[in-house]
């Protein structure tokens, strides 16, 4: 039983993934899109959004969006924290087939290549979080509930309603 819901698990991310890959590839900011992120982002924020690959930025707003949805948590941290959980991705940012090739590869290996850490294509596939969580505590200005959820976003752990929240439409949205 538990093997076959693990099935389903990895089933649906898969499709997932796959959905996000098609909505990357037509990507764009549009009007809205710009007016949500200045009605939620502060400016430096904002500078700092817009230096995120596009469709990046597309993801985040859709996960700030959903995450929005919910009524359990405080909604404009909740935005807060979706348009900001990936921006440790501007340090070392991958194109949407890097990304694509380092999901295969992640899954293939079991997370094993996490290990070859001189490649930036993997680092910053998986250091975002940290770089992140740096980047805005350099900033200043967050709480640190704030900085941690965005510093274990990828994390398998227990955590807040909040925080599964996040990880729930980082996977789907
Ligand atoms: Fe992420």
Not at 107 to 121: A, E, P
Request: charged share 30%; glycine share 6%; net charge positive.
């Amino acid at each position: 039983m538990l093997f076959f819901m693990h099935f389903l698990k990895r089933r649906k991310l898969m499709f997932y993934r796959i959905k996000q890959f098609t909505l990357a590839l037509t990507a764009k900011i549009n009007k809205e899109d710009q007016a949500f992120i200045n009605q939620y982002l502060d400016r430096e924020e904002q500078k700092l959004f817009a230096l995120l690959k596009v469709y990046e930025q597309k993801h985040a707003i859709r996960v700030a969006q959903g995450m929005a949805t919910s009524f359990e948590c405080d909604k404009e941290e909740m935005i807060r924290l979706g348009l900001l959980h990936d921006i440790g991705k501007i340090q070392e940012p991958l194109s949407i087939i890097e990304k694509s090739i380092m999901v295969l590869l992640h899954h293939l290996t079991r997370g094993n290549i996490k290990k070859l850490q001189s490649f930036k294509m993997i680092r910053g596939y998986y250091n975002h979080p940290q770089y992140g969580y740096e980047l805005l505590k350099k900033k200043g200005g967050y709480a640190p509930s704030f900085l941690e959820n965005i510093r274990d976003h990828h994390l398998a752990k227990g955590g807040s309603k909040c925080f599964s929240l996040l990880q729930e439409w980082d996977d789907k949205a």
